[in-house]
């Protein structure tokens, strides 16, 4: 079983609301929080351990900021075959994965939890939806649910999703030192965020 101190919690909602408040100057801020904002309302929804996904996210979907030293995760992301694509917007993420999937030999993952398109896209009613935010992390989270009833592990549903789908080591080990680990980021979150800040005051 997993805990979250309530003391975190509001520390949480500070980070959040600076970040909200933030995204309005920084468009690297703003495309982030489109995977961000949503992960604790599908935490919660679904009965999934606050702050699993988006360690999950920050693990398979991590994005550099470009203009300080901080991690974030980015929905136009698309991994083909162990290389990372950062797109813009959600235009040219569809565009590039219609042209790439035409290649079945391609390994592709998409959107803010990196879900595997060959696995996966019958579900979906098109690459759009797949590439929305929402309907990715309300998919992941809803697979999360149903595999916990069975493997009663969390870590172990989390590595389950991306099974065969990663060339990245250690899923159950590093996703789970990640979530234990999440005050942290949110420390160094915030504390770069205020960064972002006061440099774009002084402009």
Known sequence: MLYITVKILPFLYYVLVSLAAYASTDIEIYESNKCSSLFTIYEQKY????NLMYSMSLYMNHK???KCHLT??????????????????????????RQKIQNPNNQINVG????NVQNNINKFKSIEELLSPKKNIEFTANFLKNNYSIMNNWYQVA???YKGTTTLPNNYQTIRALHYDFDRYLVRLKQR????EQNHDKV
């Open 72 to 97: 974030i995760t980015w929905p136009w992301t698309i991994n083909i075959n162990g290389n990372y694509q950062f797109f813009e917007n959600k235009k040219e993420a569809v565009n590039f994965v």
């Open 193 to 196: 965020t205020k960064m972002l």
């Open 159 to 161: 590595e389950d999703f």
């Open 112 to 115: 803010c939890m990196q879900i």
């Open 64 to 66: 550099d900021h470009s």
């Open 47 to 50: 009965g999934i351990p606050k």
